[in-house]
């Protein structure tokens, strides 16, 4: 079985040759590029749904496909149960889809993001007491997950309960940025997250040292 393609946060899209065509997959994912009389076509499929785009291109310049993080906070829902008793804590690791994100770089002007390719994980929500939030669902992952090849960064997370009840989340509240991926493992990687929980407001470790210190 051939292991899955290691995964990189910046890969070069080549332009294909007039009647050519260019194959990036990524997972379940596949992106052709092919270049036709007066632009050029993208298809990208989820293997469920097939979206095509026309692309007006010109020299000098290229194409870059970067795996970019969600804009919106994430709500992940666990595919388990969490149970921390009072003052404990949990270890593990979550996983929440990136965006595959075709950028142009040319001499004229900045890097300009062209497609964002949203993943369907990815369900936009708003609320009164969240605002606007991506929701999700992982896996509660006691190990460092097996490499697939899918368009994932994995999220090291510790979960701390400061209440005196048991406690039971029904998701997790993530904060992931470009800044804080790196390649790892031959896939994605994110900084890790220390959450404190009440019951009722997540607080990330860092914000509770900021705040008590003078």
């Not at 890097?111 to 896996?139: H, K, N, Q, V």
């Not at 309960?161 to 390649?183: C, E, G, I």
Request: charged share 20%.
């Amino acid at each position: 079985m051939d292991s899955p393609p290691i995964l990189m946060l910046n890969a070069p899209l080549p332009l294909p040759a007039r009647g050519a065509s260019t194959r990036v997959r990524i997972g379940a994912h596949e992106l052709v590029l092919e270049a036709v009389r007066g632009g050029y076509v993208m298809l990208w499929s989820d293997g469920r749904e097939a979206r095509r785009h026309a692309l007006g291109l010109g020299p000098p310049g290229g194409l870059v496909l970067q795996l970019k993080a969600p804009r919106l906070p994430l709500l992940v829902a666990t595919r388990e149960v969490l149970a921390v008793v009072p003052m404990g804590r949990v270890r593990g690791y979550l996983q929440v889809p990136l965006v595959p994100t075709v950028v142009w770089q040319g001499d004229h002007g900045p890097a300009a993001p062209i497609l964002e390719l949203l993943p369907r994980e990815l369900a936009a929500e708003w609320d009164e007491r969240d605002g606007a939030t991506f929701r999700c669902t992982s896996s509660w992952h006691v190990r460092f997950p097996v490499r697939t090849g899918e368009a994932r960064a994995t999220v090291p997370v510790v979960l701390r309960n400061r209440s005196t009840s048991m406690l039971s989340p029904a998701s997790v509240p993530l904060r992931v940025q470009d800044a804080s991926l790196t390649v790892a493992r031959g896939g994605v990687v994110a900084a890790p997250q220390r959450l404190d929980w009440d019951g009722a407001v997540f607080r990330e470790r860092a914000a509770l040292v900021a705040e008590a210190t003078p």
